[in-house]
């Protein structure tokens, strides 16, 4: 099953706007962590937040955490067509498993 | 590159037939993950190794199976194929830190 559920499916942005990507997950969680995948490729991993950080920036990504609300927020500042990916949120399911949401996919048009 | 090496990279097999898929990991990697990706869905959780021994399993089916060597590299054995098992598959390695280091992908074609 699922642990986490990106919203929306599918995203269509125009350069140099920001995009923000959502994520919610069931269970408690240590930590939560994005991923992106260009098409066909390996997922490379972004950003990891802890559940006692609500906020974390990367460069021209920023995360948020709500573990109140079970939810995390990413966000593209800026974006540019090298950002055309799919983005993944992944929580750990017990110690071991991280598992994956279904994924967002961004389109920035030129 | 990424470091973790999967192999081959492109497969194409009849239906029943068996394959095997190969990973190695970062160099000090102990934890191996498999994962499917079927066209258009998520990543699906196969199993995970660590140091040679299976510590977590997902939606495997029984026809699949895995292993992790003592020199670390992992297999993924799937057997008597289906038309449904046509999908990208991944290895990824884990060391100290909480995140994976994911390969390029084995992309199986069943016809």
Request: include cysteine.
């Amino acid at each position: 099953s699922q642990q986490g559920e990106e919203d929306p499916q599918a995203l269509s942005i125009q350069e140099g706007e920001n995009a923000t990507m959502n994520c919610s997950y069931k269970t408690s969680i240590n930590n939560l962590q994005w991923y992106r995948q260009n098409s066909g490729r390996g997922l490379v991993h972004l950003i990891l937040i802890r559940s006692n950080e609500r906020e974390k920036h990367s460069g021209r990504l920023r995360v948020t955490l709500d573990t109140s609300k079970k939810s995390s927020s990413l966000l593209i500042t800026a974006s540019r067509a090298a950002d055309t990916a799919s983005y993944f949120c992944a929580t750990h399911q017990g110690a071991q498993k991280l598992v994956f949401g279904q994924g967002t996919r961004l389109t920035i048009n030129p | 590159d990424s470091g973790v090496t999967q192999t081959p990279k492109h497969l194409i097999t009849a239906t029943g037939q068996r394959v095997t898929l190969r990973c190695s990991p970062r160099s000090g990697d102990l934890s191996v993950y498999w994962y499917q990706q079927s066209l258009d869905q998520g990543l699906q959780f196969l199993i995970q190794y660590y140091n040679g021994e299976e510590r977590a399993k997902g939606n495997i089916l029984e026809r699949f199976s895995a292993q992790q060597f003592p020199d670390l590299h992992s297999e993924l054995n799937l057997s008597s194929l289906e038309l449904g098992d046509s999908a990208l598959y991944f290895c990824a390695s884990r060391g100290k830190e909480s995140w994976l280091t994911f390969g390029s992908g084995t992309r199986l074609t069943v016809v």
